[in-house]
Protein backbone atom coordinates (compact mmCIF):
# COMPACT_ATOMS: atom_id res chain seq x y z
CA UNK A 1 0.00 0.00 0.00
CA UNK A 2 1.20 3.60 -0.38
CA UNK A 3 2.18 4.43 2.91
CA UNK A 4 5.61 6.12 1.72
CA UNK A 5 5.71 8.72 4.68
CA UNK A 6 8.62 9.72 6.21
CA UNK A 7 10.08 8.37 9.76
CA UNK A 8 8.00 9.45 13.19
CA UNK A 9 11.11 11.69 13.57
CA UNK A 10 10.39 14.35 10.88
CA UNK A 11 6.55 14.12 11.17
CA UNK A 12 7.27 15.11 14.72
CA UNK A 13 9.62 17.91 13.54
CA UNK A 14 7.11 19.37 10.86
CA UNK A 15 4.57 19.43 13.85
CA UNK A 16 6.53 20.71 16.60
CA UNK A 17 7.12 23.44 13.74
CA UNK A 18 3.58 24.90 13.18
CA UNK A 19 1.97 21.54 12.52
CA UNK A 20 -1.98 20.41 13.56
CA UNK A 21 -3.70 21.89 15.94
CA UNK A 22 -7.46 19.95 15.11
CA UNK A 23 -8.43 19.10 18.64
CA UNK A 24 -10.39 16.20 19.54
CA UNK A 25 -13.38 17.66 18.80
CA UNK A 26 -13.09 18.99 15.81
CA UNK A 27 -11.63 15.39 14.60
CA UNK A 28 -14.70 13.62 15.74
CA UNK A 29 -12.35 11.72 18.11
CA UNK A 30 -14.94 10.55 20.62
CA UNK A 31 -13.23 7.08 21.01
CA UNK A 32 -14.06 5.76 17.23
CA UNK A 33 -12.35 8.06 14.37
CA UNK A 34 -14.62 9.82 12.51
CA UNK A 35 -14.56 10.36 8.71
CA UNK A 36 -15.90 12.76 5.79
CA UNK A 37 -15.30 12.14 2.45
CA UNK A 38 -11.77 14.14 2.47
CA UNK A 39 -9.97 12.05 5.13
CA UNK A 40 -8.35 9.06 4.00
CA UNK A 41 -9.58 5.75 5.03
CA UNK A 42 -7.28 2.39 5.53
CA UNK A 43 -9.71 -0.30 4.14
CA UNK A 44 -7.53 -3.14 6.41
CA UNK A 45 -7.32 -0.46 9.38
CA UNK A 46 -10.19 1.89 9.73
CA UNK A 47 -9.53 1.82 13.57
CA UNK A 48 -6.97 3.91 15.66
CA UNK A 49 -4.00 2.40 16.79
CA UNK A 50 -3.82 3.10 20.39
CA UNK A 51 -1.07 0.63 21.15
CA UNK A 52 1.55 3.41 21.55
CA UNK A 53 4.11 4.15 19.02
CA UNK A 54 5.39 1.60 16.27
CA UNK A 55 8.82 -0.08 16.39
CA UNK A 56 10.19 -1.17 13.79
CA UNK A 57 13.76 -3.42 13.46
CA UNK A 58 16.80 -1.60 11.39
CA UNK A 59 16.96 -1.19 9.21
CA UNK A 60 13.51 -0.75 8.03
CA UNK A 61 11.92 2.61 9.33
CA UNK A 62 8.13 3.78 10.35
CA UNK A 63 6.36 5.05 7.48
CA UNK A 64 3.33 6.60 8.81
CA UNK A 65 1.58 3.74 10.47
CA UNK A 66 3.50 0.36 9.51
CA UNK A 67 7.18 -0.46 9.22
CA UNK A 68 9.09 -0.24 5.66
CA UNK A 69 12.01 0.23 4.25
CA UNK A 70 14.13 2.74 3.93
CA UNK A 71 14.13 3.67 0.35
CA UNK A 72 9.99 3.58 0.22
CA UNK A 73 9.98 6.44 2.74
CA UNK A 74 9.17 9.98 1.19
CA UNK A 75 10.96 12.48 3.21
CA UNK A 76 8.55 14.92 5.11
CA UNK A 77 7.11 17.86 5.78
CA UNK A 78 7.95 19.01 2.09
CA UNK A 79 9.15 22.55 2.81
CA UNK A 80 7.99 24.75 0.02
CA UNK A 81 9.80 28.02 1.62
CA UNK A 82 11.57 31.15 -0.12
CA UNK A 83 10.83 33.37 -2.97
CA UNK A 84 7.28 33.27 -5.00
CA UNK A 85 7.31 30.79 -7.57
CA UNK A 86 9.57 28.22 -5.32
CA UNK A 87 9.33 24.80 -6.58
CA UNK A 88 9.88 21.21 -4.41
CA UNK A 89 9.12 18.01 -5.38
CA UNK A 90 9.03 14.59 -4.14
CA UNK A 91 9.49 11.32 -6.54
CA UNK A 92 7.96 8.09 -5.47
CA UNK A 93 7.22 4.82 -7.45
CA UNK A 94 3.47 3.00 -7.45
CA UNK A 95 2.56 -0.03 -9.01
CA UNK A 96 -0.28 -0.42 -11.26
CA UNK A 97 -2.78 -0.68 -8.35
CA UNK A 98 -1.83 2.40 -7.09
CA UNK A 99 -1.88 4.30 -9.94
CA UNK A 100 -5.69 4.19 -10.03
CA UNK A 101 -5.29 6.72 -7.11
CA UNK A 102 -8.68 9.26 -7.84
CA UNK A 103 -7.37 11.84 -5.66
CA UNK A 104 -4.40 13.13 -3.71
CA UNK A 105 -5.27 14.05 -0.16
CA UNK A 106 -3.33 16.65 1.92
CA UNK A 107 -1.89 17.85 4.97
CA UNK A 108 -0.87 21.52 4.83
CA UNK A 109 0.74 24.17 7.51
CA UNK A 110 0.28 27.51 6.79
CA UNK A 111 -1.95 27.25 3.66
CA UNK A 112 -4.00 30.86 5.30
CA UNK A 113 -5.19 32.22 1.71
CA UNK A 114 -6.58 30.92 -1.24
CA UNK A 115 -4.49 30.36 -4.17
CA UNK A 116 -1.02 30.71 -2.10
CA UNK A 117 0.18 27.06 -3.56
CA UNK A 118 -0.36 25.15 -6.51
CA UNK A 119 0.30 20.96 -6.54
CA UNK A 120 1.36 19.15 -10.28
CA UNK A 121 1.66 15.39 -10.76
CA UNK A 122 3.56 14.52 -12.93
CA UNK A 123 2.97 16.37 -17.09
CA UNK A 124 -0.35 17.30 -15.81
CA UNK A 125 -1.32 21.04 -15.30
CA UNK A 126 -0.46 23.20 -12.37
CA UNK A 127 -3.64 23.29 -9.88
CA UNK A 128 -3.94 26.29 -7.84
CA UNK A 129 -5.30 25.40 -4.04
CA UNK A 130 -8.74 27.10 -3.20
CA UNK A 131 -11.85 26.07 -2.10
CA UNK A 132 -13.15 25.23 -5.44
CA UNK A 133 -10.56 23.03 -6.44
CA UNK A 134 -10.29 20.79 -3.34
CA UNK A 135 -12.54 18.73 -1.33
CA UNK A 136 -11.39 20.00 2.45
CA UNK A 137 -12.09 18.32 5.83
CA UNK A 138 -15.15 19.35 7.79
CA UNK A 139 -13.55 20.76 10.80
CA UNK A 140 -11.27 23.19 9.01
CA UNK A 141 -13.91 24.24 6.58
CA UNK A 142 -16.33 25.00 9.04
CA UNK A 143 -13.43 27.36 10.84
CA UNK A 144 -12.41 29.27 7.46
CA UNK A 145 -10.20 26.55 5.51
CA UNK A 146 -7.97 28.44 3.15
CA UNK A 147 -9.07 32.04 4.05
CA UNK A 148 -7.16 32.91 7.28
CA UNK A 149 -9.12 30.07 9.47
CA UNK A 150 -8.82 28.68 12.80
CA UNK A 151 -6.53 25.90 12.02
CA UNK A 152 -3.04 26.08 10.91
CA UNK A 153 -2.77 23.44 9.31
CA UNK A 154 -5.70 21.71 7.13
CA UNK A 155 -6.71 18.34 5.73
CA UNK A 156 -8.10 18.26 2.08
CA UNK A 157 -7.95 16.03 -1.08
CA UNK A 158 -7.64 16.85 -4.89
CA UNK A 159 -8.98 14.94 -8.00
CA UNK A 160 -6.47 13.89 -10.50
CA UNK A 161 -6.00 11.22 -13.07
CA UNK A 162 -2.42 12.07 -13.79
CA UNK A 163 -0.94 9.10 -11.64
CA UNK A 164 0.67 6.44 -13.43
CA UNK A 165 2.76 3.11 -13.50
CA UNK A 166 6.28 3.54 -12.48
CA UNK A 167 7.87 6.67 -11.20
CA UNK A 168 5.79 10.12 -10.39
CA UNK A 169 6.42 13.29 -9.93
CA UNK A 170 4.23 15.31 -7.28
CA UNK A 171 5.37 19.22 -7.31
CA UNK A 172 4.46 21.82 -5.04
CA UNK A 173 5.08 25.59 -5.39
CA UNK A 174 4.99 28.21 -3.47
CA UNK A 175 2.71 30.81 -5.83
CA UNK A 176 2.55 34.28 -3.81
CA UNK A 177 3.02 35.93 -0.85
CA UNK A 178 0.69 38.46 0.98
CA UNK A 179 3.84 40.23 2.35
CA UNK A 180 4.13 38.09 5.32
CA UNK A 181 4.34 34.69 4.86
CA UNK A 182 7.05 33.19 2.96
CA UNK A 183 5.68 29.57 2.31
CA UNK A 184 3.41 26.17 3.32
CA UNK A 185 5.00 23.18 4.47
CA UNK A 186 3.22 19.73 3.32
CA UNK A 187 3.11 17.65 6.64
CA UNK A 188 1.46 14.67 5.51
CA UNK A 189 0.26 12.94 1.68
CA UNK A 190 -1.30 10.06 0.86
CA UNK A 191 -3.14 8.28 -2.53
CA UNK A 192 -6.90 7.72 -2.45
CA UNK A 193 -8.86 5.55 -4.91
CA UNK A 194 -12.65 6.80 -6.03
CA UNK A 195 -13.97 5.73 -2.52
CA UNK A 196 -11.91 7.54 -0.53
CA UNK A 197 -9.50 4.68 0.51
CA UNK A 198 -5.78 4.02 1.44
CA UNK A 199 -3.39 2.72 -1.74
Same mark, same amino acid.
Given at each position: #? ?7 ? +? ?12 ? %? %? ?18 ? *? ?7 ? &? %? ?5 ? @? ?10 ? &? %? +? ?6 ? /????? /????? +? *? ?9 ? #???? $? ?10 ? $? /???? @??? $?? =? ?12 ? #? ?6 ? &? ?6 ? !? ?5 ? @? @????? $?? *? !?? &? *? #? ?14 ? =??
Amino acid at each position: #MFHRTAAVA +LLSLSLACGGDDTT %E %EDAGLDGAATLDASEPRDAS *SDARNDAGP &I %ECEAPRV @VCADRCCDPDEA &I %E +LPVEVLGA /EGTVV /ERRFE +L *SADEARAAFLW #MQVN $NLGYQNKASVRV $N /EGAW @VDL $NH =DTVEMHDAERRRGG #MVHGGHGT &IRFRLATT !DFRQGEN @V @VAFRF $NR *S !DG &I *S #MGFRVVRFQLLDADGR =DL
